[in-house]
């Protein structure tokens, strides 16, 4: 029963390049979370997608954007990149996106972004 | 906005003694709580979590305990071992536009000393 997944595992960028990175979510899971995790702080909401759509967006400036697939994977895409954007993004995926239900978020290894 | 307090932010035990991390949270609709463990390099890991219609859940070593009314809500690790050792973290459910977001405290780096 594989967990979630992510792609790639480091990555090395520059001031102003572009970035993607990639998240597979628990077979069965329809919704993909996305939070950065800054080193020694708690991870912090960037947005939710459930059904191909953004439901929700956290305090995150435009260069952040996302997408999901019709296999409820996704992508989380950081145009114009910074040395503040360098830090641990994470993916987790849950069974629903809303209500009272399974909510529980199960989170993907993370993909280490290092912003030179 | 929505807050997560978590305190202390560092905790040093003997092993087999229990150790206790206690959150705020400042969103009176948040229904929900989990507790997840991080260990060096690797992910959070869903430990335990509470839902905000129960006072106390427990599962082996591990318990958590919340009061709604003064909105905290606490981790119990007993017996506890060297491999509890790693950074916890809180969260809350809360509500941003139409999705439900996690909102974490700043981490509780436990040391479980031999």
């Known amino acids: 029963d594989a967990g979630v997944t992510q792609s790639p595992t480091h990555l090395i960028k520059t001031r102003g390049q572009h970035v993607t990175l990639r998240c597979s979510p628990i077979s069965g899971h329809k919704s993909v979370s996305w939070y950065q995790q800054v080193l020694g702080q708690g991870p912090q909401f960037i947005f939710q997608y459930y059904e191909k759509e953004e439901r929700g967006r956290g305090n995150f400036p435009d260069r952040f954007s996302a997408r999901q697939f019709p296999n409820y994977s996704s992508e989380l895409n950081v145009n114009a990149l910074l040395l503040g954007d360098s830090a641990l993004y994470l993916c987790a995926s849950s069974l629903i996106y809303s209500g009272t239900g399974r909510y529980e978020q199960y989170f993907g290894p993370g993909t280490r972004l290092t912003v030179t | 906005g929505e807050n997560v307090e978590q305190h202390p932010s560092t905790l040093s035990v003997q092993e087999g003694d229990s150790a206790v991390i206690k959150c705020t949270y400042s969103?009176?609709?948040?229904?929900?709580f989990p507790w997840y463990k991080q260990e060096l390099g690797k992910r959070p890991q869903l430990i335990i979590d509470?839902?905000?219609?129960?006072g106390e859940k427990k599962d082996q070593r591990i318990a958590v305990t919340l009061n709604k009314t003064a909105k905290h809500f606490s981790l119990h690790i007993t017996e506890t071992q060297p491999e509890d050792s790693a950074v916890y973290f809180c969260?809350?459910?809360?509500?941003?536009?139409?999705?439900?977001?996690?909102?974490f405290g700043q981490g509780t780096r436990l040391t479980i000393n031999p």
């Open positions: 969103d009176s609709a948040s229904n929900y």
């Open positions: 969260a809350a459910k809360s509500k941003i536009q139409g999705a439900q977001k996690l909102v």
């Open positions: 509470i839902r905000s219609n129960v």
